[in-house]
């Protein structure tokens, strides 16, 4: 049995039907326990690594979406992962079991759902082709960090997006970039998000959004680089 939270914002349990690596992920309520406790500590790591000047960089997307294939091999394990994706499957992040997955990350703050990036680009002509051409096409994990605050860690099946797609249609369901500005991408808007997070078919695993206070400034900055000493420290075979 998995989490879910309804319409008022609040976790409530749902039964979850079987057949998807969503349904498996958030069935297994050790393994959320785990991940409520264990992604905070590790996505500030990631932030870390990701930092210059006290900025974060943009890398910092990819160092998440790292830390969550991570989980997901840690759960359905190397053999059931396919990470070979064709470019042209714009949305799929990994294949698991066989299922197409997206692996989403956003940073809100405040309390209002944000919108999710789902294509970056620069190109104005790949902009229109991706609107023109869009709809659903594979279930999506999706994680809302909050520092400070209570964001969430959510499985958003296919049928969840399709049905939120058809109701809003197109133009509400996707921001595109202002013409005249540099494009950075098209985004599944913030109405879209917030009617997803409320839908009945979501799953989802509220997060407490709290920095490590456990490790001091110099191990966090160290952090990172601790998992290639371990490759220095290992005699060669």
Known sequence: MGYRRDAGGKSAMKQ??????????????????KIRRKLPFLFALAEQQASRAGRVGMEVGTLREQILIALLIYKFGEASMDLDIPIAEH??????????????????????????????????????????TYEPKCDMLLVIVRWGGIGGFYG???????EVFEQLGK???????????????????????????????IKA?????????????????????????????????
Do not use: M
């Not at 979850?16 to 326990?33: A, H, S, V, W, Y």
């Open 16 to 33: 979850i039907e079987p057949g998807t690596p969503l349904d498996e992920l958030f069935r297994d309520d050790k393994l959320c326990e």
């Open 91 to 132: 949305e799929v992040d990994v294949h698991v079991l066989g299922h197409p997955l997206s692996i989403k990350t956003v940073a809100a703050q405040s309390q209002r759902a944000p919108a999710v990036k789902i294509i970056w680009t620069v190109d104005w002509k790949k902009v229109e082709e991706f609107v023109e």
């Open 156 to 162: 958003i099946p296919l049928q969840a997006q399709k």
């Open 171 to 201: 133009e509400k369901y996707l921001r595109r970039p202002k013409q005249g500005t540099n494009p950075r991408g098209v985004d599944i808007s913030s109405v879209a998000v917030e009617e997803l997070l409320k839908h009945s078919l």
């Open 205 to 237: 695993l509220p997060i407490e959004w709290q920095r490590p206070i456990d490790l001091t400034e110099r191990e966090l900055r160290l952090a990172p680089y601790k998992r290639w000493l371990q490759y220095w420290q290992e005699e060669v075979q």
